[in-house]
């Protein structure tokens, strides 16, 4: 971090010495106790992440305004808040839990779907969301015989990203960060294994518009390429949060894919799919997915250069 400001550099040592002194404390302490801390904080965030909070009620209501009133949606924020701290809790516990076992926190439905993507054995790609809890999500995958490449993107800070890396590698997982090495990815998927993405932020990549909650929406192609280019079926699978705190993964069938001699018009319909496919899932659910990332922020009047 050579060309940060003094004043950055010390903010950013601050922030890191936190997050290592609180990943040390939740590591030492009992399930419960670390989740109605972190719970707490949720709380203490929502009254005092004024900028967080702000966005999330703006997004919330670009999406549910018309359904619901400023208090459900107030209401909704709030939870938006309580899960992700819930959430976070487990991911930082993520050895502990390792240890434990998560067979009794966690249930699963429709892997038969994962095991037929697999059963070709090109690999396959997997898509999720920024919901419930990724993270465990991928985690449960390979300590039941499911290890993946998860393509991302490397967080600003290589001390703070250090920790989640390891952390997926302590799973099982192997991390690939996004746009630096294609060729693992194809190495991986001739292996006959998973190749993990999440396509559901407006990032810095090669994307399209599709339809996401009736707006047109960013989103990263890189799924839909990789799927068309190698024939990969594309498989949707998520993890929620339980109101007892236990998590529940739903596997889907593989999306159906139509090819034609038009590919941009093939990655813009896959990439549909796929938006849709996370956006039922996140009706449903809504305080389970990110609403403080700023979604909407590429539009096609202000397209990324």
Not at 82 to 94: C, G, K, P, W, Y
Request: hydrophobic residues 40%.
């Amino acid at each position: 971090m050579p060309n940060k400001t003094l004043h950055k550099r010390i903010r950013d040592d601050l922030f890191y010495l936190l997050i290592l002194f609180q990943v040390k404390l939740l590591r030492l302490l009992p399930r419960t106790i670390a989740m109605g801390i972190m719970r707490t904080m949720g709380r203490l965030l929502f009254c005092t992440a004024r900028r967080a909070k702000k966005r999330t009620i703006k997004h919330l209501t670009m999406a549910f305004g018309d359904e619901k009133t400023p208090e459900e949606i107030q209401n909704l924020a709030r939870g938006v808040f309580l899960h992700f701290t819930s959430a976070l809790a487990d991911i930082i516990r993520m050895p502990n839990l390792l240890k434990s076992g998560l067979d009794e926190l966690i249930t699963a439905e429709g892997i038969e779907n994962l095991d037929a993507a697999l059963s070709g054995g090109k690999g396959a790609m997997m898509i999720t969301a920024h919901f419930g809890n990724w993270e465990l999500l991928g985690a449960w995958l390979a300590k039941n015989g499911y290890p993946m490449s998860v393509v991302g993107t490397s967080l600003y800070d290589p001390r703070l990203d250090k920790i989640i890396v390891e952390t997926r590698k302590l799973a099982g997982n192997n991390f690939i960060a996004r746009g630096k090495d294609t060729r693992e990815i194809i190495r991986w998927l001739k292996k006959g294994k998973l190749i993990g993405m999440l396509i559901d932020q407006d990032t810095k990549v090669r994307g399209v518009f599709v339809d996401f909650f009736g707006k047109p929406t960013y989103t990263p192609t890189g799924a839909a390429e990789l799927a068309r280019k190698f024939k990969l079926p594309i498989v949707p699978i998520f993890m929620r949060m339980n109101d007892d705190f236990t998590y529940h993964i739903e596997c889907g069938k593989a999306l159906h894919q139509n090819y034609s001699d038009d590919p941009e018009q093939d990655i813009i319909d896959i990439t549909q799919k796929c938006s849709d496919t996370y956006e039922e899932i996140i009706r449903r659910h809504p305080t389970q997915w990110v609403w403080m990332h700023q979604r909407w922020k590429t539009t096609p009047e202000n397209p990324i250069p």
